[in-house]
């Protein structure tokens, strides 16, 4: 149980919690909510003890284990090789191996009594009943397999840690808090530096903790899967849902309601009572009444209205311009940064114009290099990029960073993204399309929300309007309410959007195709991010990935778990198995039928006999048109069947 009791805290005379009171009972899985620098990871550092509230107490039970993700690492751990610093993940199992080899030494140097060498010996075994418990001797093993799951190869768990990125290391962090098996668990903001597949896994994983998770996020498909109450963190109030995201949206918009409609009652009550006061204080008659009055009127409380959820800011893209009916194709292409060793090869891709396309796969694959290659930022190694007909691309890198270099306006940065000599003239429509109307346009870059930042960076890719949108990680800083807007905005754009983007929801509410980087390979899935988890077969795998990590520190039943999850896996593929046979053994009687018609046809019309040459002539281009789409059926069939024998010869293996 966590208790915050009547909690203050302010920074710079400025509340960010007052008197706050709420509590997340034992096994709860709590998402915590809210704007941008409301407070919610202050309530962190407070369970934490690394913020000290200004009143109130936070009960929290002495024996309980906390497991945070720090946003930080020691540059001490930097040193020490991937595997080292993620399996060393419970600080107390050093301290019992310290004592535990003072004891043995003791032991052995022969000068204790025989009460102390009884006493030694009841530690020594305490501790290592201790260690048993923490499961020690289990965490190497779960160390290779979280971070295998957070996309690590095998081949990088040797190499320090300070040769990994700033994300990479933070994935490493949150491998070794999940590891720790914690009582209470705090994740804040977990996905940031996740692909995909990664959050996938993660939230299959939390999914199995049986500790109280707290989890910060804006990714709605953490929230709604994960959490079971919801905690809003919101102008200095706490808030508690007894519900999922869903549940405290709809919820917290009644509660709006409900209070909107209190204050305008109040409001009103308190500007009618003023009235009447103001009109008898200055007759002496009814002073005193006015008076009485005016204590009423003192005791009467504000109705306190949280911030709004709508986000304020503003996202209407111009119309495109108009192109041709492909937007853009890659012909056999290949890449690699080192000679001799290509991240992908033979790429044949084809986007039509007005598509909507994910680009996923782990990090490291290639998507955003993807992206550069589409944007001729890179130059492929082998094959081409051929861009459609009048195809004007509009790029958002992920390492857009802050615009505050040379403190520029809003206007003066969006003015530098005009072409060279290009008119002004309707600079300020675009400025207004993105929320920068009137004096909002002098705003300062350096003193914009992450929110803003990502509307001063689309107002600059429109000043000169595109018809095909290549963003990178569009949805980073953006709290929910953004996100969604952003999501809405690119669902209604004409033109065509190329993304890649770690937030599953906003892959889901904006893709309608989606580009998979699997190992060198990029495959094109005609239809929503649902749909190809479907074809994937990623869904049938989830058992079967699921045992890669205990579903709970130390159980026993760990074997039984994996054996039933092996059985489960190769069950759901010998399923997919047999029916893509069965279709492919369908297709091949197909292609046999059709080509005996398209002979029978061809001999008609060479036969030199009295025949309808139109009619034979149309039935022909139908047939071949049928066979030229059964025969794509046919290999990307055939592809699936020998991808789920070698998977279910892995299974077996």
């Given at each position: 149980m966590i208790?915050?009791?009547?909690?203050?805290?302010?920074?710079s005379?400025?509340?960010?919690?007052?008197?706050?009171?709420?509590r997340?009972?034992?096994?709860?899985?709590?998402?915590?909510?809210?704007p941008?620098?409301?407070?919610?990871?202050?309530?962190?550092?407070?369970?934490?003890?690394?913020?000290?509230?200004?009143?109130?107490?936070?009960?929290?039970?002495?024996?309980?284990?906390?497991?945070?993700?720090?946003?930080?690492?020691?540059?001490?751990?930097?040193?020490?090789?991937?595997?080292?610093?993620?399996?060393?993940?419970?600080?107390?199992?050093?301290?019992?191996?310290?004592?535990?080899?003072?004891?043995?030494?003791?032991?052995?140097?022969?000068?204790?009594?025989?009460?102390?060498?009884?006493?030694?010996?009841?530690?020594?075994?305490?501790?290592?009943?201790?260690?048993?418990?923490?499961?020690?001797?289990?965490?190497?093993?779960?160390?290779?397999?979280?971070?295998?799951?957070?996309g690590?190869?095998?081949?990088?768990?040797d190499?320090?840690?300070?040769?990994?990125?700033?994300g990479?290391?933070?994935?490493?962090?949150?491998?070794?808090?999940?590891?720790?098996?914690?009582?209470?668990?705090?994740l804040?903001?977990?996905?940031?530096?996740?692909?995909?597949?990664?959050?996938?896994?993660?939230?299959?994983?939390?999914?199995?903790?049986?500790?109280?998770?707290?989890?910060?996020?804006?990714?709605?498909?953490?929230?709604?899967?994960l959490?079971?109450?919801?905690i809003?963190?919101?102008?200095?109030?706490?808030?508690?849902?007894?519900?999922?995201?869903?549940?405290?949206?709809?919820?917290?918009?009644?509660?709006?309601?409900?209070?909107?409609?209190?204050?305008?009652?109040?409001?009103?009550?308190?500007?009618?009572?003023?009235?009447?006061?103001?009109?008898?204080?200055?007759?002496?008659?009814?002073?005193?009444?006015?008076?009485?009055?005016?204590?009423?009127?003192?005791?009467?409380?504000?109705?306190?209205?949280?911030?709004?959820?709508?986000y304020?800011?503003?996202?209407?893209?111009?119309?495109?311009?108009?192109?041709?009916?492909?937007?853009?194709?890659?012909e056999?292409?290949?890449?690699?940064?080192?000679?001799?060793?290509?991240?992908?090869?033979?790429?044949?891709?084809?986007?039509?114009?007005?598509?909507?396309?994910?680009?996923i796969?782990?990090?490291?694959?290639?998507?955003?290099?993807?992206?550069?290659?589409?944007?001729?930022?890179?130059?492929p190694?082998?094959?081409?990029?051929?861009?459609?007909?009048?195809?004007?691309?509009g790029?958002?890198?992920?390492?857009?960073?802050?615009?505050?270099?040379?403190?520029?306006?809003?206007?003066?940065?969006?003015k530098q993204?005009?072409?060279?000599?290009?008119s002004?003239?309707?600079?300020?429509?675009?400025?207004?399309?993105?929320?920068?109307?009137?004096?909002?346009?002098?705003?300062?870059?350096k003193?914009?929300s992450?929110?803003?930042?990502?509307?001063?960076q689309f107002?600059?890719?429109?000043?000169?309007?595109?018809?095909?949108?290549?963003?990178?990680?569009?949805?980073?800083?953006?709290?929910?309410?953004?996100?969604?807007?952003?999501?809405?905005?690119?669902?209604?754009?004409?033109?065509?959007?190329?993304?890649?983007?770690?937030?599953?929801?906003?892959?889901?509410?904006?893709?309608?195709?989606?580009?998979?980087?699997?190992?060198?390979?990029?495959?094109k899935?005609?239809?929503?991010?649902?749909?190809?988890?479907?074809?994937?077969?990623?869904?049938?795998?989830?058992?079967?990935?699921?045992?890669?990590i205990?579903?709970?520190?130390?159980?026993?039943g760990?074997?039984?778990?994996?054996?039933?999850a092996?059985a489960?896996?190769?069950?759901?593929?010998?399923?997919q198995?047999?029916?893509?046979?069965?279709?492919?053994?369908?297709?091949?009687?197909?292609?046999?039928?059709?080509?005996?018609?398209?002979?029978?046809?061809?001999?008609?019309?060479?036969?030199?006999m009295?025949?309808?040459?139109?009619?034979?002539?149309k039935?022909?281009s139908?047939?071949?048109?049928?066979?030229?789409?059964?025969?794509?059926?046919?290999?990307?069939?055939?592809?699936?069947v020998?991808?789920?024998?070698?998977?279910?010869?892995?299974?077996?293996?």
């Amino acid at each position: 149980m966590i208790d915050f009791q009547n909690v203050s805290k302010s920074y710079s005379g400025e509340y960010i919690l007052r008197n706050v009171s709420f509590r997340i009972n034992h096994g709860e899985r709590a998402g915590i909510v809210g704007p941008n620098g409301a407070g919610k990871s202050t309530l962190f550092g407070m369970i934490t003890n690394t913020v000290i509230p200004d009143s109130g107490s936070i009960i929290i039970p002495k024996d309980h284990r906390l497991g945070i993700m720090r946003q930080h690492i020691d540059s001490s751990d930097t040193v020490r090789t991937l595997l080292e610093f993620t399996a060393d993940a419970i600080p107390e199992l050093n301290t019992y191996s310290a004592r535990i080899e003072e004891i043995e030494e003791l032991l052995a140097d022969g000068s204790c009594s025989a009460d102390a060498q009884d006493s030694l010996l009841r530690e020594h075994g305490r501790l290592q009943t201790a260690i048993e418990h923490l499961g020690a001797y289990s965490l190497d093993m779960e160390a290779r397999q979280a971070l295998s799951s957070l996309g690590f190869p095998v081949s990088s768990f040797d190499r320090p840690l300070g040769e990994f990125s700033g994300g990479w290391q933070m994935r490493a962090a949150l491998a070794r808090v999940l590891i720790s098996h914690p009582d209470i668990l705090l994740l804040d903001e977990p996905s940031n530096y996740l692909d995909v597949p990664a959050v996938e896994w993660l939230c299959r994983y939390l999914a199995n903790f049986p500790g109280t998770l707290l989890l910060i996020s804006h990714d709605r498909f953490l929230l709604r899967k994960l959490a079971d109450i919801t905690i809003e963190v919101n102008s200095g109030c706490v808030t508690r849902y007894p519900g999922n995201y869903d549940f405290y949206r709809t919820e917290r918009d009644n509660r709006q309601k409900m209070l909107e409609a209190a204050k305008k009652n109040t409001d009103r009550k308190k500007e009618q009572m003023e009235r009447v006061i103001d009109r008898f204080r200055a007759k002496s008659t009814k002073a005193a009444l006015a008076k009485s009055m005016q204590k009423k009127l003192d005791k009467i409380e504000d109705v306190e209205l949280p911030d709004s959820l709508e986000y304020k800011g503003v996202i209407r893209f111009p119309a495109p311009p108009p192109g041709g009916t492909e937007a853009f194709r890659f012909e056999d292409l290949a890449f690699g940064y080192e000679p001799g060793k290509l991240l992908f090869r033979h790429v044949d891709l084809a986007v039509d114009a007005g598509a909507k396309c994910a680009f996923i796969g782990y990090n490291g694959l290639g998507k955003t290099t993807l992206l550069k290659l589409l944007t001729g930022k890179l130059k492929p190694t082998e094959g081409s990029v051929v861009p459609g007909h009048h195809s004007i691309i509009g790029y958002q890198a992920q390492e857009f960073g802050d615009l505050d270099a040379d403190g520029m306006s809003v206007y003066d940065a969006v003015k530098q993204a005009l072409p060279p000599g290009a008119s002004t003239a309707n600079l300020m429509n675009v400025l207004g399309s993105f929320g920068f109307s009137g004096e909002a346009s002098g705003k300062l870059c350096k003193v914009l929300s992450g929110g803003e930042k990502i509307r001063v960076q689309f107002a600059r890719i429109f000043v000169n309007p595109p018809n095909l949108l290549v963003l990178d990680e569009p949805t980073t800083h953006l709290d929910v309410q953004a996100r969604e807007l952003l999501q809405n905005a690119l669902r209604n754009f004409p033109g065509t959007v190329c993304f890649v983007s770690h937030d599953i929801e906003f892959v889901r509410g904006v893709a309608e195709t989606i580009i998979a980087l699997e190992n060198g390979s990029v495959k094109k899935y005609f239809g929503n991010y649902d749909y190809y988890l479907e074809k994937s077969g990623q869904l049938a795998n989830d058992s079967e990935q699921t045992k890669e990590i205990p579903l709970a520190p130390n159980s026993g039943g760990l074997a039984k778990d994996r054996r039933r999850a092996r059985a489960q896996a190769r069950q759901a593929i010998s399923g997919q198995y047999r029916k893509a046979k069965e279709l492919l053994a369908s297709l091949e009687k197909k292609l046999d039928e059709d080509s005996e018609k398209k002979k029978v046809l061809i001999a008609k019309l060479s036969s030199g006999m009295k025949v309808d040459f139109a009619a034979v002539k149309k039935e022909l281009s139908e047939l071949e048109k049928s066979l030229e789409e059964t025969e794509a059926r046919w290999e990307e069939t055939a592809e699936e069947v020998e991808a789920l024998r070698l998977e279910n010869a892995r299974i077996n293996g």
